[in-house]
C-alpha cells in the first residue's frame, strides 16, 4: 500500500511520528506552502518567513537522506491553496491509498483531516504526536476526580514522571517552585548578552522576497531576519542561551526594559513549537547544566517549569476543552482591539515599547505578553475573540494549542478559573516595578487620578468594581475589594469618571 506522508509546518522533525516505518518505494513526503494557513489570521511577516524556511530547509534536508518528497511552494502554479486540496492532488497524482499523519496541533485542522476518510474514500492514519510530554488521554486521565486543575500540581506530576530535578521522590533543594526568587526588578544595569542571529542563505532570502510580494499588507517587519531555521541552528541558539544568558535568567524572567526585548529568555519557542527543538532534550541540557554547577537552581527550575510544567499543561487544557473554550467569554465584553495594538500609536509607553517589540520581532516574553498587552485588554474589556486572533497572528511562537490557553485562560480569564485561579489584572505600579517603561512614559505612574494619571490605575480598579458580582468571591480578589471599600466616594467617582472619559477618547480615535 502507497501512502502520503503528510508533514505540517509546525511538525519539522525528523522524529515526528508520521515518518516511523517510511519506505520510500512505498511512500511519498508531501509538504506544501498554502494561502489558507496564512491568511485564516493574518499572521506576521516574519512569521510566515520563518515558518516556510524552516520548512523548505527541512524538506531539504530529508531529500538527501533519501525521502521522496513532494513540496508545494506558495507560489508554484500547480498550487492549489489549502492543505486539504493539496494532499488531493498528490493522492491522486501519485495515485496513493493511505493517509499518514500526526496529530496536528490545532483543533480545526484535526476536524479537518478526520473528514477526508469519508471524503477521498481512503484510510486516514492519524498518530500521536510524541515529542509532547504528556498525551491528550493521559492529561484527561489526570484530571479525574480533582475539584480544581492547577498547573503546580500538574508540574510536579510532570517532574516525578520524567525524574526531573529530583532526588528520590523529592525535588533537589528541598522545594517544587522557586518563582518567588525569579521576580527581581531591573533597577541595577544589566548587560543583556546579544540574541542569537542566523545568517540568511539563499533559501531564506528567496523567501523573504517571495513573504515582502505576496503579504505586503501583513503586520510586522520582515527584516531584519535572524531566527534559526534548521536543526542546527536551533540547537545551536539553544546552546548560545544555556552558556550566556540562562544564568540570570531565573532572576530577571519577568523584567522589561525598554529596547531590551530579549532579556534573558531562551526565545526557543519558535523552535520548540514547530519541531526544531525537542523539550526533553532541552530540559535535561538544563538539568545538566544545573548539576555541573553553570547554572543556579532557580534559573534551572525556572526553565523547566516553563517547558514540562505551563507547555504541556496548556496543550492539556486546549485538548480537554475544545471547541467550547474558544467561545468563551466570562466577563460579557465586546469592545474592540484597540487600532494602536497594530500601529503603536499611544501615549502609554509600556504598551507602546511591546507592540514596537512585537512588530519588529514577532517576539514579546511573557511578562510583556501577560501583564502589559494582556492586561490592558483584561482592563478595557476587549472580547477575548479579537485578542486571541491578534496574539495568534503576530508571534512566530504561536499555535492555537498554546495561544488559545493562555489568552483566553491565563489573560483574560475568560473562562472564569478554569485555567488561573485570579485574573492577573494590575494597575500601573506592578509594570513601574517590572521595568523602566513608566520613566519616558507621557503619564505619571504615581497619579491616580486625572488626564496626567497613569490609565492601568483607574481602569484597574474600574475593572474591578464593574466585575464585583464575579469576582468578589475569589479569595485572591477579595482583599482589593476590601481596599477599594475603604476608598472616598470622590474617589470612586473619579475611577469611574476617568475611565468613562479614557474609554470615550479612545473610541473617538484620540491617541491615548
Known amino acids: 500500500m502507497k501512502s502520503l506522508h503528510l508533514i505540517l509546518g509546525d511538525q519539522l522533525s525528523e522524529s515526528i511520528s508520521s515518518l516511523a516505518g517510511y519506505e520510500p518505494n512505498q511512500g511519498i513526503v508531501l509538504i506544501c506552502e498554502v494561502l489558507e494557513e496564512t ?14 524556511s524552516a520548512m523548505r530547509h527541512f524538506a531539504n534536508s530529508l531529500i538527501e537522506k533519501g525521502y521522496r518528497v513532494e513540496y508545494t511552494k506558495l507560489n508554484d502554479p500547480n498550487n492549489t491553496g489549502s492543505i486539504r486540496t493539496e494532499v488531493q492532488r498528490i493522492l491522486e497524482k501519485f495515485r496513493l491509498s493511505k493517509v499518514i499523519v500526526t496529530h496536528p496541533g490545532e483543533f480545526r485542522l484535526l476536524q479537518e483531516i478526520k473528514r477526508w476518510e469519508n471524503d477521498f474514500g481512503i484510510h486516514i492514519e492519524i498518530r500521536t504526536d510524541q515529542r509532547f510530554l504528556c498525551r491528550p488521554d493521559e492529561f484527561l486521565e489526570w484530571s479525574k476526580g480533582k475539584k480544581t486543575l492547577r498547573m503546580e500540581n500538574f508540574y510536579r506530576y ?3 514522571k520524567y525524574s526531573i530535578l529530583m532526588s528520590g521522590n523529592n525535588p533537589i533543594g528541598g522545594q517544587w ?4 526568587q525569579n521576580r527581581k526588578s531591573p533597577k541595577s544595569e544589566l548587560k543583556i548578552p546579544e540574541p542569537y542571529s542566523a545568517k540568511v542563505d539563499e533559501v531564506t532570502h528567496e523567501v523573504l522576497k517571495l513573504i515582502d510580494k505576496e503579504f505586503s499588507s ?17 540547537l545551536e541558539s539553544f546552546s548560545m542561551f544555556v552558556s550566556s544568558r540562562l544564568h540570570n535568567f ?3 524572567q519577568d523584567a522589561m526594559i525598554e529596547g531590551e526585548p530579549w532579556m534573558y529568555h531562551s526565545h526557543i519557542g519558535f523552535y520548540l513549537n514547530c519541531g526544531l527543538l525537542l ?27 516553563q517547558i514540562i510544567g505551563w507547555r504541556e499543561y496548556m496543550r492539556g487544557i486546549y485538548w480537554m476543552k475544545m471547541p467550547e473554550y474558544k467561545r468563551l467569554n466570562f466577563f460579557g465584553v465586546s469592545h474592540k482591539l484597540p487600532d494602536f495594538y497594530w500601529t503603536g500609536k499611544t501615549k502609554m509607553n509600556c504598551l507602546k515599547q511591546c507592540i514596537l517589540d512585537t512588530k519588529k520581532n514577532a517576539y514579546a516574553h511573557h511578562i510583556q505578553r501577560l501583564m502589559v498587552l494582556g492586561n490592558f485588554a483584561l482592563l478595557f474589556g476587549v472580547d477575548p475573540k479579537y485578542v486571541n486572533d491578534w496574539f495568534l497572528s503576530v508571534y512566530a511562537d504561536a499555535y492555537e494549542w498554546v495561544e488559545l490557553p493562555n489568552v483566553s485562560g491565563m489573560v483574560l480569564f475568560a473562562d472564569g478559573g478554569f485555567l488561573a485561579s485570579k485574573p492577573y489584572a494590575a494597575s500601573g505600579s506592578y509594570i513601574n516595578k517590572m521595568s523602566d517603561y513608566c520613566k519616558n512614559c507621557s503619564y505619571k505612574v504615581h497619579k491616580k ?8 490605575n483607574y481602569l484597574y480598579w474600574n475593572f474591578l468594581d464593574r466585575n464585583r458580582e464575579k469576582l468578589e468571591s475569589n479569595f485572591r480578589v477579595n482583599m482589593m475589594y ?31
Open 39 to 52: 491568511t485564516y489570521v493574518e499572521h506576521h511577516k516574519k512569521k510566515i518567513a520563518f515558518l516556510f
Open 158 to 160: 510532570m517532574r516525578k
Open 177 to 180: 517552585n522557586y518563582d518567588v
Open 218 to 234: 501583513h503586520f510586522g517587519d520582515l527584516e531584519p531576519f535572524y531566527f534559526a531555521v534548521t536543526r542546527e541552528q536551533a
Open 250 to 252: 531565573g532572576d530577571y
Open 279 to 305: 523539550p526533553l532534550e532541552c530540559v535535561k541540557a538544563v538539568e545538566e547544566a544545573y548539576a555541573a554547577g553553570i547554572v543556579p537552581l532557580n534559573s534551572a527550575e525556572g526553565f523547566i517549569r
Open 449 to 456: 487620578a486625572g488626564p496626567e494619571a497613569c490609565p492601568f
Open 482 to 512: 476590601m481596599n477599594y471599600d475603604r476608598m472616598s466616594k470622590d474617589k470612586k467617582n473619579n475611577i469611574y469618571e476617568d475611565s468613562i472619559r479614557f474609554i470615550g477618547e479612545l473610541g473617538d480615535g484620540k491617541v491615548v
